[in-house]
Structures are given as structure tokens and as C-alpha cells.
């Protein structure tokens, strides 16, 4: 599909500077229209959807026309029309520009919104798993294999996101029963 072609989209100071932040936070050195396709296709594999925001654009200033691939062109024409109606409720959207205007906000907005339930890791963080690697390789003894150490790693980390997935389950139903009014069940 890439190769099909081009088109062209007229862009807001306002949108232009969102989009020259968006590309510099997360892919520095990016064209700004392989940033629209990255974002694309993260959406389309479900790593974020494009929610609704409380986005008030600026609208002053001149179009700035940008060039961006035939597929992206078409992602926004299949969400104009799948969108139209909510957009036009709550931005009151009157044509295809100011819907990709607000369109492609939300987008960036959403992004940002993605990146901030992210956990981030740094290799320094972990020195206490090598740690625990160290000691289970002298309290092994050699009587199995030692498993390298990403193995071990991953070995370590599943089963502390295991015991994390089910305290929160439990915080779940703990809350739940504090909610309850328990005078007020029957008794069958």
C-alpha cells in the first residue's frame, strides 16, 4: 500500500507545532510524516486508541501544506467517515480538514496519554536481580543446569508480575466488599 502514492493535508501552526513535539519527544530525527505512519500503524495494532479529548485548537495562523503517504490519506478518510457524527457533536466539525485537524490532536493526545501508563526501566534498576542471579547460582550447586541469565530474568519478573496481577485482584475484591451493605442481604 505505501507505494500507491501521495497526498497532501493542510496543517495549523497550532497542529504543526503538536506534531514537530510529538516527533521530537518520541522519534527525535523523524520526517514528520513518518511519525503519522508510526502512529498509524500503533493504533492499528491496538497499542492505543484515539480518544476523545477536551481540545480547544487554534485555528489562526495559515495552512501549512504537508505531504503524507496515500495509506495515512485513507486511515483519516475511513475515520472521518466512521467518526463524523461524534466529531461533529463535540467539536462541531463541518468538513474533512477541521475533522483531521482535531483528528490528529486527539491522536497526539492520546499518544501522550499511552506513554504516561508506560513503565519505564533502566538497566540500573535491576542490579538487585543480578544480585539474586548471583545467589541462586551458588545456592545451586550445580545439581541443574544454571539457565542463563535473561532465562532467569524472565523466570524472576513473571512471577513478580504474577504477584503483583493477583494483589491487585484481591484489592479489587477487598474493595468491592468494603462497598457492600451486608445488612441488607437475605439470607437463602
Not at 500507491?4 to 501552526?13: F, M, R, V
Not at 503538536?18 to 497499542?47: A, C, Q, W
Not at 535491576?126 to 535473561?150: A, C, G, H, M, V
Request: one cysteine or more.
Amino acid at each position: 500500500m505505501p507505494g500507491k502514492g501521495y497526498s497532501t493535508i493542510g496543517l495549523k501552526p497550532d497542529l504543526l507545532a503538536r506534531l514537530h513535539n510529538i516527533t521530537d519527544t518520541y522519534y527525535p530525527g523523524m520526517f514528520l510524516p513518518s511519525t503519522l505512519i508510526i502512529m498509524m500503524n500503533e493504533v492499528k495494532r491496538g497499542y492505543y486508541s484515539v480518544n476523545l479529548y477536551n481540545i480547544k485548537l487554534n485555528s489562526s495562523g495559515r495552512y501549512t501544506s504537508i505531504t503524507i503517504r496515500l495509506d495515512v490519506d485513507n486511515w483519516l478518510k475511513e475515520n472521518y467517515e466512521e467518526l463524523k457524527e461524534k466529531y461533529t457533536q463535540k467539536y462541531h466539525v463541518e468538513c474533512f480538514t477541521t475533522f483531521t485537524s482535531y483528528f490528529l490532536a486527539n491522536l497526539f493526545e492520546s499518544k501522550l496519554d499511552a506513554q504516561n501508563h508506560i513503565i519505564r526501566l533502566k538497566e540500573s534498576g535491576f542490579d538487585w536481580l543480578q544480585e539474586e542471579y548471583i545467589k541462586f547460582k551458588s545456592n545451586s550447586k550445580l545439581k541443574y543446569p544454571i539457565p542463563t541469565f535473561e532465562k532467569f530474568a524472565d523466570v524472576c519478573l513473571n512471577e513478580l508480575f504474577n504477584k503483583i496481577q493477583t494483589a491487585q485482584e484481591i484489592l479489587k475484591l477487598t474493595n468491592f466488599s468494603n462497598n457492600l451493605d451486608f445488612k441488607n442481604i437475605k439470607k437463602t
